[in-house]
Each structure stands twice: as C-alpha cells, then as structure tokens.
T-cell receptor, first 114, second 111 residues
Framework: SAVISQKPSRDICQRGTSLTIQCQVD?????MFWYRQQPGQSLTLIATANQGSEATYESGFVIDKFPISRPNLTFSTLTVSNMSPEDSSIYLC???????????FGPGTRLTVL | GNSVTQMEGPVTLSEEAFLTINCTYT??????LFWYVQYPGEGLQLLLKATKADDKGSNKGFEATYRKETTSFHLEKGSVQVSDSAVYFCALRTNAGKSTFGDGTTLTVKP
C-alpha cells in the first residue's frame, strides 16, 4: 500500500496570491492525479501529473492557473495561481499503485480564499 | 463520456439496519468499479472493488456486485454500525487510469 501526505493541510489566502501544495508518496506510484472537491460534492479531476513532463489537464483547467510539477515518482506539487474566492475548495492528491490498481488519496488541503 | 450516478443522500439509519446505496454507471469498454469511503476529516479510502462482470467486492461487511446487464454496482451491508457513518463514493476507472466519481452519499447511523 501507499501513504500519501500533503502540505499544508489547510490555508487561508488573500485574493490574487498563489499557493503551492506539496504531495509526497511513501512508495512509487505509476500515475499521480490532482482533484478538487467542493464541500459536500464529488471529486473533479484537475490534471494528471506526468513525471518529467507537462501535466495533462482536464477540460476547464489550464496550466497558467494550476501549474503542476512531478520531478520524480513520489513527489508532486500543485500551485493555485492568482486565487479568487471561487478557488476555495479541498485539493486532493492521488496516486495509482504500481503492483496493484488501487488508487490512494492524500488527506487533502483545505483552501479558503478571502 | 463516462459517468456515475449515485443514490441521493443523506441517508439516516438506526444501528443494525440494512443499508443499500444505489450506483449506476455509463462507460465505454469494461471499467473497473469501486466504492470509496471518506470519514470526517480524512481522505478517501478504498472500501471494495470489482474488476469484471459478476465479480463481488467485499470488505468490512460491505458488499457490491458488478452487474453489467444493469450497469450497476450497488453497495450493501446487512447491519450498519455507528462507526459506518461517513460519505460513500462510487467510482469507475477505465484502462486509461482516470477515475470518474459519483456525487457521494452521506450515511449517518444513529445508536
């Protein structure tokens, strides 16, 4: 199994600023993903983080707003840029296990933008 | 595109009651199906899964059977406990590796 940690666990930010969320996995995973979860709602996939290359974004999400890095197999970052109150949400990191097809999730980063 | 439709919540049950949370899906090909559970303040955890038609996933007293003919994967438990109170998500995953989630169903079990 894999354990995923995220930092920070929560933050309150001002409009127009940027926040970088870090995701660390304790073992290798094949694919890594970033999701957004509005309170009481489902998960929306933002992008697939690709090791050593540009992330693959879903419709409605762009690199300028959500730049993502994945320098190695166990670490990724998501930046929420030029934030507005509409970006207030929980951001989840996820990884797909190497030896199994189990998907693991981090505890999430709760972001509030004022 | 792919989609997952879950029974709307919230669901409130008394301890030892029978639980069913309905889940149907639309997908091209033959997806794997999953139920995840999210306890308050925690991340999602895999509860059970099924990778092909007629497979039954089970864990912690919960069961779900992959029904291709009805495109369903309903979650059941014969006797719920207060500790089962959580949000339950049905999901599918295709060979491309991306998952599609339902909206989640909040279960509250009262003693």
């Amino acid at each position: 199994s894999a354990v995923i940690s995220q930092k920070p666990s929560r933050d309150i930010c001002q409009r127009g600023t940027s926040l970088t969320i870090q995701c660390q996995v304790d073992s290798q995973v094949t694919m890594m993903f970033w999701y957004r979860q509005q309170p009481g709602q489902s998960l929306t996939l933002i992008a697939t983080a690709n090791q050593g290359s540009e992330a693959t974004y879903e419709s409605g999400f762009v690199i300028d707003k959500f730049p993502i890095s994945r320098p190695n197999l166990t670490f990724s970052t998501l930046t929420v840029s030029n934030m507005s109150p509409e970006d207030s949400s929980i951001y989840l990191c996820s990884g797909l296990g190497v030896s199994t097809d189990t998907q693991y999730f981090g505890p999430g980063t709760r972001l509030t933008v004022l | 595109g792919n989609s997952v439709t879950q029974m709307e919540g919230p669901v409130t049950l008394s301890e030892e009651a029978f639980l069913t949370i309905n889940c149907t899906y639309t997908a091209t090909g033959y997806p794997s199906l999953f139920w995840y559970v999210q306890y308050p303040g925690e991340g999602l955890q895999l509860l059970l899964k099924a990778t092909k038609a007629d497979d039954k996933g089970s864990n912690k007293g919960f069961e779900a059977t992959y029904r291709k003919e009805t495109t369903s994967f309903h979650l059941e438990k014969g006797s719920v406990q207060v500790s089962d109170s959580a949000v339950y998500f049905c999901a599918l995953r295709t060979n491309a590796g991306k998952s599609t989630f339902g909206d989640g169903t909040t279960l509250t079990v009262k003693p």
